[in-house]
Structures are given as structure tokens and as C-alpha cells.
């Protein structure tokens, strides 16, 4: 794991942007896998400055996004296809036939969770993954107890990731119970995981899926068997880090050639 701790979202953000558009720059047809939430935000922001101030080239990248709810359309301000459409794919030039979200209206959910896997498969598997965490650990929508090696399928929300989510919907109760998300076998099989939490909220999580034992009680403490898993944190996210100088002293001795 390579943990990067920042002072504030804001620089963990950029530092992960950078990341992303080095990937799009050495790779132009990079398959990128996208996540929602408040965490990536930020980060998306400064990846539409780069397209529009930089150039910063998206016309041959391929998206598949972790996760959708089951049940809403497209359409719904609710849905991670409005999202992904709002804060990213409108202000960027990635063609819409390249952009792939799960179905969470599909008549059949298992052929459509098959369907999903096969498509990043034949896509040539995804090169970085975004990912943000639960307070709970969890990792998409992979809830506490998850197989470490799951695929792609439909899960059951827990109360408390349906509480999180409740602004969204004008309420806890208007929360869909369900949804499709990638499995943490094919989070684990992207070549690069790059994970953001910003908060003291996500501290405790943070320090379980770092420094804690591999177990699927946190499933993001699977990221510690990922050959390249790297953390973007800030202060207050990285708080609960036993390790937390070595980390920031690893990350300023980079050799040159390493740095972002």
C-alpha cells in the first residue's frame, strides 16, 4: 500500500487527480472505473479544469463505474448515472458509448451482473480504479462480511449506508434497499485501486483497512493483498494511523521519478 497523507481534501483531491490524468496522458485508451459519493468530488473537478485548461484528453478512455442503484432510472437525480452525467461525463469529451454503469433496471440482475464482467473483460480490465470507503469499512457497496473474493452482483444495504445516502433521496425511507456493485474480486483485479477519504468520520475505517487484519469485516482491508493500492488521505482521515510520520516521511523521499 502507498499511503498519501495531504492537509486537507482540497490537496489530497489534486494529488489524485494528478494520478488519474498521468494514467490518461501515458495511456490514452486507459479503461478508468469511476465512484460516487461527496469523496471523488473534488477530485472530478479538477479533472474537468485540466480537460478544459489543460487538454487533458478523455475522446479514447473507456468508464465503467463501481456500482447503481436497483430499481431507478437513469434519470433520477438519485441515480449514479445522473451523478457520473453532472459533476463529470457532461464537462469532459469520453464518448457516451464508452461509458458503461450497471443496469439497476435490468429484468434479469444476475444476466446483467454476468454482462457487466464480461464487458471490463472484454475492455482489457480496468487500469485505476476510484474508490471511497464506509465508515463501516466497506468498499463500493461490498458491506461488512462481503467475500474478498465477490464479483459483480446485487447486494442488500445495511441501515446505516441507506442513513448516509438519505439526502440524496429527501429521506432515509425513499432509499432503494438494493443494488448491482462490482465485488471486491473485481475491484482487486484492477491494476491500480486509488482510494480517497477526507474526515475524521472515515479515521477509524482508514486505520482498519491500513493497519488492521485482513478480514472480511472491513472489506477494504482486502486492498492490503492489492499489488498497487494506493490511499489519498487527509489529516483528519489518516488520524487514527499508527504509522502516520512514516507514511508522510516515504511520500516527501520519493525518488523523482516517482512523484506526482
Known amino acids: 500500500m ?10 489530497a483531491s489534486a494529488v489524485a487527480a494528478k494520478i488519474v490524468a498521468n494514467l490518461v496522458r501515458e495511456k490514452p485508451h486507459a479503461v478508468l472505473g469511476f465512484a460516487t459519493g461527496q469523496t471523488p468530488l473534488e477530485m472530478y473537478r479538477v479533472l474537468v ?9 478523455f475522446s479514447q478512455n473507456t468508464a465503467f463505474n463501481l456500482d447503481e442503484y436497483v430499481g431507478l432510472p437513469p434519470g433520477h437525480p438519485g441515480s449514479y448515472h445522473s451523478y457520473m452525467r453532472e459533476h463529470l461525463f457532461r464537462h469532459i469529451n469520453i464518448p457516451a458509448s464508452r ?11 444476475p444476466a446483467c451482473c454476468l454482462d457487466y464482467e464480461e464487458r471490463i473483460h472484454t475492455a482489457g480490465g480496468i487500469d485505476i480504479q476510484i474508490l471511497g470507503i464506509g465508515t463501516d469499512g466497506h468498499l463500493g457497496f461490498n458491506e461488512p462480511t462481503s467475500s474478498l473474493a465477490s464479483r459483480t452482483r446485487i447486494k442488500t444495504l445495511t441501515a446505516g449506508t441507506r ?4 439526502a440524496l433521496f429527501g429521506g432515509e425511507d425513499n432509499v432503494p434497499h438494493h443494488v448491482i456493485t462490482m465485488g471486491l474480486g473485481t475491484i482487486m483485479d484492477c491494476r491500480v485501486c486509488l482510494l480517497l477519504a477526507f474526515g475524521k468520520k472515515k479515521a477509524q475505517a482508514v486505520a482498519a483497512a491500513v493497519e488492521g487484519p485482513l478480514t472480511a469485516m472491513i472489506p477494504a482491508s482486502v486492498l492490503q493483498m492489492h499489488p498497487r493500492a494506493i490511499f489519498v488521505l487527509d489529516e483528519d482521515a489518516a488520524s487514527h494511523l499508527t504509522r502516520a510520520d512514516y507514511y508522510k516521511w516515504v511520500y516527501e523521499n520519493k525518488p523523482d521519478w516517482q512523484k506526482y
Open 163 to 166: 442513513r448516509d445516502n438519505a
Open 2 to 11: 502507498e499511503i498519501i497523507i495531504q492537509p486537507d481534501s482540497r490537496h
Open 99 to 109: 461509458v458503461n454503469i450497471p443496469d439497476g433496471r435490468a429484468a434479469d440482475i
Open 49 to 57: 479544469e485540466m480537460h478544459h485548461k489543460e487538454g487533458l484528453d
